[in-house]
């Protein structure tokens, strides 16, 4: 007995022998003619039953569903195998031939023909020239020193200031380019900066500021504040001629060369420039400066000169100890009864006090008026103004 049929299903018919088992249809494919049409494919209905438009086509143009094979599925291209595909206006290429067995490529088969613009090698793998070179500067070889160190010495910048620039790849040795800290050289290599390095260098500024008391040099210490606190737009001297004009980036890497304690006041040097810190401050730097200094000597206040020992007066102008170094010789002399002028070329800390407690000076005033050829001239205290193009130390 049959099972009764839901809505809208049709009825199966019963396999006849000598039938063909049904195909396997794919997603996608068209339903197969039904005999009892005549070999055409029964036309599509939409939902009120009314047979679906189509356009006019020959039955010369349709071919029955059994005569057009199998359907295959398009595989992934790899980028290796798009030169199999033909080009356009060519003739397609036959599915049911055989593959052919393609040869392998070589990289010389992947490098076209005839080209000559072929990129420089990377960075990353030197020339054996560059290799030498590098081989040579990371040598510990004698008489090799550091680099930073050997540009210090030439006076092309400081040696913290080189360590920048090497990090930045803007130094080259013997034509090579070196970015690694801590390569050495020797005396007879040739280096070389960027003109990137020479432009940052040319913009940085130098300082001159009347520091008064009250104010450490460098960083604040024990609440005090650092005097580049007192570098703003409202202390810029009027009377600056250098045609500077003040920006925040003047402040960045500020550092003083040549300090001034908390209880001295005059000029103090605030400079971005290695070079001038060097010149001002370096091991070799042979720049006087030039201070006055108010005394007392014990119990007297006036007149000073006329009670002070000459032979200590020696003395301070050479053959003092500090830290049980001799120092330089200084040039010391009265400038009135009560203040003595200092032309110092070395710069310890606390110096000249410690000098005229060795003779028994009490400083009860300490103004720096001069460094090298730079005076600190009707600079009022507290304000400040750019080392002039037309000024060096």
């Known amino acids: 007995m049959r099972a009764s049929l839901r809505d809208g299903e049709r009825p199966t018919r019963p396999r006849r022998d000598g039938d063909a088992p049904p195909e396997k249809r794919g997603y996608g494919d068209r339903r197969p003619a039904r005999a009892e049409d005549g070999g055409r494919p029964a ?49 397609p290429r036959d599915d049911n031939a055989a593959p052919a067995q393609r040869p392998r490529r070589t990289p010389a088969d992947r490098e076209p023909q005839g080209r000559t613009d072929r990129k420089p090698p990377r960075a990353d793998s030197p020339s054996p020239a560059a290799d030498h070179a590098v081989r040579a500067v990371h040598s510990d070889e004698s008489g090799s020193l550091r680099l930073s160190k050997r540009m210090s010495e030439l006076g092309l910048c400081s040696r913290r200031e080189a360590d920048e620039w090497i990090e930045k790849g803007w130094v080259y040795v013997d034509g090579e380019c070196i970015d690694t800290l801590g390569a050495k050289v020797t ?99 042979d720049i006087d400066k030039e201070y006055l200094v108010r005394v007392a000597y014990g119990d007297i206040e006036t007149e000073i000169d006329q009670h002070f020992p000459p032979e200590s007066l020696a003395k301070l102008r050479h053959g003092l100890s500090l830290d049980d170094v001799p120092l330089k010789p200084a040039m010391v002399s009265w400038q009135n009864g009560e203040q003595l002028r200092f032309v110092l070329r070395e710069g310890k800390k606390r110096q000249i006090r410690r000098m005229c407690e060795l003779v028994g000076l009490k400083v009860v005033g300490l103004k720096r008026v001069r460094m090298g050829r730079v005076l600190l001239g009707a600079l009022p205290q507290g304000q400040w103004r750019y080392l002039g193009a037309d000024e060096a130390f």
């Open 43 to 91: 036309p599509r209905r939409e939902r009120d039953g009314a047979p679906e438009s189509r356009s006019p086509r020959g039955d010369a143009e349709r071919r029955p569903f059994a005569d057009r094979g199998e359907r295959r599925v398009a595989r992934p291209v790899k980028a290796g195998d798009r030169a199999d595909a033909a080009p356009r206006g060519h003739a």
């Open 187 to 285: 005396p007879d290599q040739k280096i070389e900066i960027d003109p990137a390095a020479l432009a940052a260098q040319a913009r940085q500024v130098t300082i001159l500021l009347h520091k008064p008391v009250g104010y450490v040099s460098g960083q604040a210490e024990d609440g005090y504040p650092p005097a580049v606190t007192l570098v703003t737009g409202d202390n810029h001297w009027d009377g600056d001629r250098s045609g500077l004009r003040f920006s925040a980036q003047h402040l960045r890497t500020l550092a003083p060369a040549g300090r001034l304690d908390i209880d001295s006041t005059g000029l103090l040097v605030l400079t971005q420039d290695g070079r001038v810190a060097k010149q001002l401050i370096g091991e070799q730097s």
